[in-house]
């Protein structure tokens, strides 16, 4: 099997290609003058191997180079094209909340041809039902990444998800730590504001995580820790599968008084310090050793 690095992944596709021990592609990507992307995958063939095309998607500009490149790949006669997913934007916009909208994820989905496609933590498994052009769609859990994570610091006593749409996640980040878990009751009121109110929680003198699936401006970790503080909680830890982390958002978290951000490489950033390679590396060599 042959890897291609999206340009949204490159980072990451090098980590897997070294854990399988398979040739990485070079890839060349540029904008034209208009803006237009060019990508070219540098091989004359691929000879009828399989390939796998390891990109994230947090922009329109990313999701065309997937498509370029699952074209490209096609082009070059691989025999069998897995695509991997690592951040699948755009899954937060799952259904039509107001009509008219669409479901983006699902026009997005639908576009990807190809033989297998593996999406880490995507937002909803409802995203993955739109994957309706690729023979087999597949979550990969990177939960228990982080709930290994914190089991070999032991720096917190308890795990907390600042919404019940987080909830399952703290279930696997705290049942592989070790730890109790709980959740916050998270109302949205805006795309920028969101109000929080506390469970049953006993947060009084004890190290806490926060875990999300994803951290984009902040506001949910910021407003949460806020309330863990309030609560006399003592440092407060932030882990998340992925750190959108639009511009500020860091400062945000560390100014609200959270201690650490941890989060995964699906998206390369200074707080990308757990690895979800090893984790695609297995499925990739499952699903091809059987068929
Ligand atoms: C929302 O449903 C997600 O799980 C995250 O809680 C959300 O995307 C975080 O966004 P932000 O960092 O902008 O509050």
Known sequence: ???????????????VAA??????????????????????????????EPVAIIQSVTSDTDFVCLLQLIEACEGLDASKIS?????????RQDKRFKSGEPISVRALARCIFADEVFVINPHSAEALKYFENARSIEALDAAPLLGEHFRKTKNVELIVAP???AAALAATVAGRAGLEHDVLEKTRLSAEDVEIKPKTLDVAGRNVALVDD????????????TLLKE?????????????????????????????????TDTLETIFSRISVAELIARRLTDTATSK
């Open 1 to 15: 099997m042959k890897i291609v690095a999206g340009r949204a992944s490159q980072v990451l596709a090098s980590r």
């Open 19 to 48: 854990a399988l021990n398979c040739e990485l592609l070079p890839c060349e990507f540029r904008s034209f003058p208009d803006g237009e992307l060019y990508t070219r995958v540098d091989a004359t063939t691929l000879d009828g």
């Open 83 to 91: 695509v991997v997913i690592p951040y699948l934007g755009y899954a």
């Open 163 to 165: 919404d019940d749409g």
């Open 214 to 225: 994803i951290i984009s401006t902040g506001g949910t970790i910021v407003k949460a820790t």
């Open 231 to 263: 609560l006399g909680a003592s440092e407060v830890y932030v882990a998340c599968v992925h750190a959108v982390l639009v511009p500020g958002a860091a400062l945000r978290m560390l100014n609200a008084g959270v201690k650490e951000v941890i989060a």
